[in-house]
């Protein structure tokens, strides 16, 4: 049994910051990648940053510059530092992540925390 629990959304003003937090926790024998995902209201879900197990990070074009996406393996937690925060980032965020389980891996999803960004 694996679980994602993300944490630190919240209401925040056009250019303001915030800190996701996803923790996994259960069985776990390593965590590969790890991601953050977003979804708004009638739109699409999208991915926004992605880390590898070595630390390599991509980023969504549209977050380049403004998010920073980090992890700590030893408390198998990946983190998403989100500055100069707009309108367009409201949306429910995701965390995401390839889980090794004894033998076998798998795609495991948070609940996902919701982010409102005011104008």
């Known amino acids: 049994q694996v679980q994602l629990v993300e944490s630190g959304g919240g209401l925040v003003q056009t250019g303001g910051s915030l800190r996701l937090s996803c923790s996994a926790s259960?069985?776990?024998?390593?965590?590969?990648?790890m991601n953050w995902y977003r979804q708004a209201p009638g739109k699409q879900r999208e991915l926004v940053a992605t880390?590898?197990?070595?630390?390599?990070?991509n980023y969504a074009d549209y977050v380049k510059g403004r998010f920073t996406i980090s992890r700590d393996n030893a408390k198998n937690t990946v983190y998403l530092q989100m500055k100069s925060l707009e309108p367009e980032d409201t949306a429910v965020y995701y965390c995401n992540a390839l889980i090794w389980v004894g033998i076998r891996s798998g795609n495991y999803w948070g609940q996902g925390t919701q982010v409102t960004v005011s104008s």
């Open positions: 259960g069985s776990i024998f390593g965590i590969h990648v």
């Open positions: 880390i590898s197990s070595g630390g390599s990070t």
